[in-house]
């Protein structure tokens, strides 16, 4: 199961930007889809998630800016990133949970993508 980010850049402070995730492969089921990020000199950190039944779990520090949605088919995670500031600058990294076809027995995977990296400064 691969999973492929794209959406970062440059923004001013204030600014938005929108990610998105696709995983893909053979996918039986996803359970949760997410966004972690590290800053330099950081550990990565948990951004938010949404499980397959649409809850929602944030960050302290993002909570009323960042808006996290999925779309189950195909599978695709998105973040929404509103009223950024330079501390929010880190490279964003996408996290997908659930099982995959492989034999008789669906089998867990643990997708991450590469990382897209996301600047806050003017």
């Known amino acids: 199961v691969e999973s492929v980010e794209s959406g970062g850049g440059l923004v001013q402070p204030g600014g938005s930007l929108r990610l998105a995730c696709a995983a893909s492969g053979s996918i039986f089921s996803i359970n949760s889809m997410g966004w972690y990020r590290q800053a330099p000199g950081k550990q990565r950190e948990l951004v938010a998630t949404v499980t397959s039944g649409g809850s929602t779990n944030y960050a302290d520090s993002v909570k009323g800016r960042f808006t996290i949605s999925r779309d189950n088919i195909p599978y695709t995670v998105y973040l929404q990133m509103n009223s950024l500031k330079p501390e929010d600058t880190a490279v964003y990294y996408c996290?997908?949970?659930?099982?995959?076809?492989?034999?008789?027995?669906?089998?867990?995977?643990?997708?991450w993508g590469q990382g897209t990296r996301v600047t806050v400064s003017s």
């Open positions: 996290n997908a949970l659930g099982y995959y076809s492989g034999g008789s027995v669906p089998k867990m995977f643990d997708s």
